[in-house]
């Protein structure tokens, strides 16, 4: 084709490329929104199908890390309530990676926490003395840790 102009046929590589940044962002935080509505709703498989029906759309790997740190922190809290306890591990894996080197008063370092803590809890109670309890009591301690750092930071002037 010529300069600026695509060849026939051609086809981008994701449809996620096709929106603007303000789409991109409004589509996460839509997301976001139907995603704990729905697990607050205690329905799990919904917010499961609304996450896997973005995925197929335009995928998840954009945006900003701490977005896609969210998502995937709801979407092991929402595995972790139908009890697929190895898949919410592994979604929270990558959301904590994402995470991790954020402020500890963000939501996402936040939320990667508490969701570690309720996924080892109930996975405790589905295979007691597999040491699913200390992992949960460790993470419990983090997640301490975090809420007095963002205290901190939050009285610092």
Known sequence: ????????????????????????????????????????????????????????QVGIDFGPAWMRARVLALKAEAQTALGDFAAARATLDKAW?????????????????????????????????EGFEDLARNWATRAAQFREQAEALRATP
Do not use: K
């Open 1 to 56: 084709g010529r300069p600026g102009i695509p060849s026939p046929g051609w086809q981008p590589a994701s449809a996620i490329s096709l929106l603007s940044s303000r789409e991109r962002h409004d589509l996460m935080i839509a997301l976001l929104h139907d995603t704990r509505t729905r697990i607050g709703r205690n329905d799990p498989a919904a917010a499961l199908d609304r996450i896997a029906e973005t995925e197929s």
């Open 97 to 129: 990676s994402l995470a991790e080197g954020h402020s500890p008063d963000s939501e996402e370092v936040r939320l990667c926490a508490e969701t570690y803590v309720a996924l080892f809890r109930a996975w405790h109670r589905a295979e007691p003395n």
